[in-house]
T-cell receptor
Framework: KAGVTQTPRYLIKTRGQQVTLSCSPI?????VSWYQQTPGQGLQFLFE???????NKGNFPGRFSGRQFSNSRSEMNVSTLELGDSALYLC?????????????FGQGTRLTVV | GQQLNQSPQSMFIQEGEDVSMNCTSS?????WLWYKQDPGEGPVLLIA?????ELTSNGRLTAQFGITRKDSFLNISASIPSDVGIYFC???????????FGKGTRLSVIA
């Protein structure tokens, strides 16, 4: 069974640009959550999508958005990039169909804003 | 919002020693998860706990779901160099709530 796949692994963008990151969850999983990880702040929750609907949202500005497709693949978009957006962006896949649910992470996308 | 207080923040130990780290919260959770993250990689799930009082082992790792449902600990016995990394606790309150994470414990093992 394939794991969680995130693309691309690395990205370098300049301030003001926008970026789209992709996450393909484990087959059969309908929930995809996105996290931003920086050295000082740890793992910060961005949002969760379940069956194409945003179910939870963290405390990030509107420049951060996401969506989920019918095949459960998810994308997140960051517009008008700022230097502080440089981070490792992680997505986690889970079934979320029962309370006994585990979340599995992809390898992440390392975004550097210059 | 819900927060997890993970301690210690970092540990330096000798190879062969046992390690203990824990997470506490003022909120009640239904699931506790422990992850390990290597540099530049995503966190890897080590142990999942679903019932208060549950004690689960995975090789040299043992974790427990606190009886009050507000805490969990992870023990690593006889540490080896490849145990180096950052360990995160995570907890889930309900089916429709997001997973919350502790800030991590950075483990260094001195051979």
């Amino acid at each position: 069974k394939a794991g969680v796949t995130q693309t691309p692994r690395y990205l370098i963008k300049t301030r003001g640009q926008q970026v789209t990151l992709s996450c393909s969850p484990i087959s059969g999983h309908r929930s995809v959550s996105w996290y931003q990880q920086t050295p000082g702040q740890g793992l910060q929750f961005l949002f969760e999508y379940f069956s194409e609907t945003q179910r939870n949202k963290g405390n990030f500005p509107g420049r951060f958005s996401g969506r989920q497709f019918s095949n459960s693949r998810s994308e997140m978009n960051v517009s008008t990039l700022e230097l502080g957006d440089s981070a490792l962006y992680l997505c986690a896949s889970s079934s979320r169909l029962t309370m006994n649910t585990e979340a599995f992470f992809g390898q992440g996308t390392r975004l550097t804003v210059v | 919002g819900q927060q997890l207080n993970q301690s210690p923040q970092s540990m330096f130990i000798q190879e062969g020693e046992d390690v203990s780290m824990n997470c506490t919260s003022s909120s009640i959770f239904n699931t506790w998860l422990w992850y390990k993250q290597d540099p530049g990689e995503g966190p890897v799930l080590l142990i999942a706990l679903y019932k208060a009082g549950e004690l689960t082992s995975n090789g040299r790792l043992t974790a427990q779901f606190g009886i009050t449902r507000k805490d969990s600990f992870l023990n690593i016995s006889a540490s080896i160099p490849s145990d180096v990394g950052i360990y995160f606790c995570a907890a889930l309150g309900g089916r429709n709530t997001p997973l919350v994470f502790g800030k991590g414990t950075r483990l260094s093992v001195i051979a």
